[in-house]
T-cell receptor, first 114, second 111 residues
Framework: DTEVTQTPKHLVMGMTNKKSLKCEQHMGHRAMYWYKQKAKKPPELMFVYSYEKLSINESVPSRFSPECPNSSLLNLHLHALQPEDSALYLC?????????????FGNGTRLTVT | SQQGEEDPQALSIQEGENATMNCSYKTSINNLQWYRQNSGRGLVHLILIRSNEREKHSGRLRVTLDTSKKSSSLLITASRAADTASYFCATEGGGGFKTIFGAGTRLFVKA
């Protein structure tokens, strides 16, 4: 079991739907991350929040909208997605004490866009 | 863009054999990490080696780092079927607080 909890585990949505992915950690970490992973590929960084502020946006399309309501929670709001957005979405957290601090990952949300 | 590149892309060995995976990276780093991912699950941090370290051990894992060649290797000794997973190296992307993953090595250990 991981200390980073992601919900839902699976999500199927149509291209006109709006949905949200949720992530929660209670390790006191001050950085939280969203990664996207396609099959047989490495995770690709999407967003980084540090101290609840967006610090890195890797030129992600606006149909993905992150939100960090507090230091324990991270959301990813989805709207008007495309089938190519189907992937495993991974949330991670880290202490933010040094560059490349070890990441703690959740088990991801498997997203299918139809 | 990927900071780390790994080889081999896939590796199949018998239980009890050793498995070696290599990672190369492009820019200077503070540290390099290795992660493991079981199919359809999140990544698990295995080991971190700092730029001033040459070798580090953790149980059956041995990691080396050669900053002059910008390369690292992960050795898993006496492999077990349960070691079957994908293994990724990770380094800093531009700006320091990004963690960027290499392409990964898929390890299959046959019982």
């Amino acid at each position: 079991d991981t200390e980073v909890t992601q919900t839902p585990k699976h999500l199927v949505m149509g291209m006109t739907n709006k949905k949200s992915l949720k992530c929660e950690q209670h390790m006191g970490h001050r950085a939280m991350y969203w990664y996207k992973q396609k099959a047989k590929k490495p995770p690709e960084l999407m967003f980084v929040y540090s101290y609840e502020k967006l610090s890195i946006n890797e030129s992600v399309p606006s149909r993905f909208s992150p939100e960090c309501p507090n230091s324990s929670l991270l959301n990813l709001h989805l709207h008007a997605l495309q089938p190519e957005d189907s992937a495993l979405y991974l949330c991670a957290s880290s202490p933010w004490t040094e560059p490349n601090s070890p990441l703690h990952f959740g088990n991801g949300t498997r997203l299918t866009v139809t | 863009s990927q900071q780390g590149e790994e080889d081999p892309q896939a590796l199949s060995i018998q239980e009890g054999e050793n498995a070696t995976m290599n990672c190369s990276y492009k820019t200077s780093i503070n540290n390099l990490q290795w992660y493991r991912q079981n199919s359809g699950r999140g990544l698990v941090h295995l080991i971190l080696i700092r730029s001033n370290e040459r070798e580090k051990h953790s149980g059956r894992l041995r990691v080396t780092l050669d900053t002059s060649k910008k390369s690292s290797s992960l050795l898993i000794t006496a492999s077990r079927a349960a070691d079957t997973a994908s293994y990724f190296c990770a380094t800093e992307g531009g700006g320091g607080f990004k963690t960027i993953f290499g392409a990964g090595t898929r390890l299959f250990v046959k019982a």
